[in-house]
């Protein structure tokens, strides 16, 4: 960043964190939260300003704004479930260390074929996607992680060659990894595509199948 | 009464995120318990009405629980987290509702007056002496901004001063915090 740049940017942070930045520089403000340079001066903003948080007597809120989480989240889903859970991931444990002694690779993934990373810099590469067989299946390896905009999601693309519209590929994983089987219209977008790309979508997706936020990030598919 | 006492530790709330994380409803709950009447305080602070206040509250734990795995142990600054959270959704609120904050009779009395006072969360070293380098007016600017969620507009009809101050003041008054602050921090 420019050091002029990253004064008005400073700026911008301190106002964001402060809570005086409105409107639509505050909504423009937040899709410049991915860049992790300004995840930064947000973050130092955070920790200066935390010294006026005032103090408050507790007051406990009504019974009805826990019930109103629970049914929005659907926890008691999630509760029912816990065993079933940690046997799943027993079970998944086991297979693979058995697996693990004789094979490198379960039998049932297809090859690796082609690869992507999906990056700001060499330095920094967010996401890498891995494309499994004739375009089966997607692995998806979070490297960095980011803060993502309140109420927002990524969302991977299928760029078709040609200028065909985007076809999307799912949600991008937070941490850690995902990984999915595509359907027929993805696989059929993906043949015809030579690149990919990560918008910023509302939580869980675009409404429309079409992307709707800033595209943040766009990247070349290669053959692994 | 010291009411920091009563906060919950940092390291008992880290630990509760963690699990979480790992999709843990029962450590959510016991996060829920101790924190709620915490990040309530602070909306009705904000939102001044008991009823948007409780619906933002609700949104604000559906974003914690969510985000959980992005919360950075390691800082232990789960509370402050928590309450940026609860921050940044009651501004979103007043952002896509342009509300009018008018007040329930009974909140200002949950309101301790005492600003540039930090509770519970801490306070970055040389806090307290670089507010008070600040002028009356900037402080008073700042305070009802991160405090109250007042916007420039609302500050200037408050304060009965000009908008082009209200937001000179603001600008000025950040940029010299940080000066200072980062040149106490240097020098201790």
Redesign the interface.
């Known amino acids: 960043m420019k050091s002029a740049n990253r004064e008005l940017v400073d ?1 911008l942070a ?2 964001y964190v ?3 930045l ?2 639509r520089a ?1 909504r423009r403000f937040e899709r410049w939260l991915l860049s992790p340079q300004v995840g930064a001066l947000v973050k130092a903003w ?17 019974a ?3 019930r ?2 629970e049914k ?2 659907e ?1 008691r889903k ?2 029912r479930q ?1 065993a079933m ?1 940690w046997l799943a991931v027993a079970a998944s444990l086991v297979f693979f260390a058995v697996i693990g002694v004789f094979i490198t690779r379960p039998p049932a993934q297809p090859q690796l074929t082609q690869q992507s990373s999906l990056q700001a810099d060499p330095q920094t590469i967010y996401w890498r996607v891995e494309i499994l067989g004739d375009n089966q299946e997607l692995n998806l390896h979070v490297n960095v ?1 980011h ?2 905009p ?2 927002k999601s990524h969302e991977l693309w299928a760029l078709p060659e040609g200028g065909g519209a985007p076809v999307s590929l799912g949600l991008m994983p ?2 850690g990894e995902g990984h999915r089987v595509l359907n027929a219209s993805q696989r059929a977008a993906l043949a015809i595509s030579k690149q990919i790309a990560v918008s910023l979508e509302p939580e869980g997706g675009s409404p429309t199948g079409a992307p709707t936020g800033p595209v943040l990030l766009v990247a070349p598919l290669a053959p692994a | 009464m010291n009411r920091t006492d009563t906060l919950p530790p940092e390291i008992e709330l880290a630990q509760l995120l963690q699990r979480c994380a790992a999709a843990d409803t029962a450590a959510f709950r016991k996060l829920y318990d101790k924190t709620s009447p915490i990040l309530f305080a602070r909306l009705l602070r904000m939102l001044r009405r008991r009823s948007v206040a409780e619906e933002v509250l609700q949104d604000v734990y559906v974003r914690i629980w969510q985000r959980a795995s992005q919360f950075e142990a390691h800082r232990g600054r789960a509370l402050a987290w928590m309450v940026t959270i609860a921050r940044y959704c009651a501004i979103d609120l007043m952002r896509r509702e342009r509300m009018t904050l008018v007040s329930d009779d009974a909140i200002g009395e949950i309101a301790d007056e005492s600003a540039a006072d930090s509770g519970g969360i801490e306070k970055p070293n040389n806090f307290d002496f670089c507010i008070e380098q600040l002028n009356d007016n900037t402080r008073r600017c700042l305070t009802l901004a991160f405090v109250e969620g007042r916007s420039h507009d609302e500050i200037a009809q408050l304060t009965t001063n000009p908008l082009g101050s209200v937001k000179s003041w603001i600008r000025r008054g950040l940029l010299a915090l940080k000066q200072c602050l980062s040149s106490e921090r240097q020098t201790t």
């Open positions: 700026r301190a106002e402060l809570g005086t409105r409107g505050r955070e920790q200066r300003l935390e010294g006026l948080e005032p103090r408050l007597d507790p007051v406990t809120p009504p009805t704004v826990w109103g989480v929005k989240l926890l999630l509760q816990p859970r992680v803060d993502l309140p109420g937070h941490t």
